[in-house]
C-alpha cells in the first residue's frame, strides 16, 4: 500500500542551527514527491517538489529537499533556521500527474527556540 | 483568481444540521481536490474532480458526504446530518499537469 511515514512528530531547533525533517514513502510506481508547510489556521503552502532530474531540489524559504531512491526517503533541509519556520511540515507523495491524489505524511511539528 | 478560495473559513453547525463547503479553485485549474484533515494529522483524500466529471470518490467517508462541480470550475462539499466525527478541517486543492498542487486555507467544521 501506498503511504508516507514522517518518523518526528515534533522537533525542536535553536534558532540559526540546520534542520532536517526526516520523510520515507512506499509507493509502486516513480514517485512525485512534495513538501508543504502549514503554519496555525492556514492552508497548506507548497515548499517544493521533485518530478524527476536532479535529486537535489530548492524550494522556497531557504529549504532544499534531496530524493533518494535506493532509501526511499526525501528528506527537507535547512541550513540556517528563523523562528518563523516554526510551523507544521507536512511530506506527500503522488504520482504527479494531474487527477492522482496526494498521499501525506502525519506531519512535522516544527518549533524554533531562541 | 490568484489563488484557491474557500468560504466559510469557519463554521460551527449543531449535530444533525446540514453544511455546504465552497471552493473556488485557480482559473483554468482542471483538477479539483477535496482532503479531511483531523487535529494533528495530516490531510486525507475525499474526492476528484475533472472539470465538471467526479472521477474519484473513494475518499468519501459515508454517504452523507456530496461533492459536486456542476460547471467544471467551483465545487461544493456537502455533508448531510453532519456528526461530531465530522470535525475537522476541509482543504480543497486545485492542479495543473506537472505542477504542484495549490491549496486553499480550508474550512474549519465544528459540529457540536
Known amino acids: 500500500a501506498q503511504s508516507v511515514t514522517q518518523p518526528d512528530i515534533h522537533i525542536t531547533v535553536s534558532e540559526g542551527a540546520s534542520l532536517e525533517l526526516r520523510c520515507n514513502y512506499s509507493y509502486g510506481a516513480t514517485p512525485y514527491l512534495f513538501w508543504y508547510v502549514q503554519s496555525p489556521g492556514q492552508g497548506l503552502q507548497l515548499l517544493l517538489k521533485y518530478f524527476s532530474g536532479d535529486t537535489l531540489v530548492q524550494g522556497i524559504k531557504g529549504f532544499e529537499a534531496e530524493f533518494k531512491r535506493s532509501q526511499s526517503s526525501f528528506n527537507l533541509r535547512k541550513p540556517s533556521v528563523h523562528w518563523s519556520d516554526a510551523a507544521e511540515y507536512f511530506c506527500a507523495v503522488g504520482e504527479g500527474q494531474a487527477g492522482t491524489a496526494l498521499i501525506f505524511g502525519k506531519g512535522t511539528t516544527l518549533s524554533v527556540s531562541s | 483568481g490568484a489563488g484557491v478560495s474557500q468560504s466559510p473559513r469557519y463554521k460551527v453547525a449543531k449535530r444533525g444540521q446540514d453544511v455546504a463547503l465552497r471552493c473556488d479553485p485557480i482559473?483554468?485549474?482542471?483538477?479539483l481536490f477535496w482532503y479531511q484533515q483531523a487535529l494533528g494529522q495530516g490531510p486525507e483524500f475525499l474526492t476528484y474532480?475533472?472539470?465538471?466529471?467526479?472521477?474519484?470518490k473513494s475518499g468519501l467517508p459515508s454517504d452523507r458526504f456530496f461533492a459536486e462541480r456542476p460547471e467544471g470550475s467551483v465545487s461544493t462539499l456537502k455533508i448531510q446530518r453532519t456528526q461530531q466525527e465530522d470535525s475537522a478541517v476541509y482543504l480543497c486543492?486545485?492542479?495543473?499537469?506537472?505542477?504542484?498542487?495549490?491549496f486553499g486555507s480550508g474550512t474549519r467544521l465544528t459540529v457540536v
Open positions: 486543492a486545485s492542479s495543473v499537469p506537472g505542477d504542484g498542487y495549490t
Open positions: 474532480f475533472q472539470n465538471e466529471a467526479q472521477l474519484d
Open positions: 482559473s483554468g485549474h482542471v483538477s
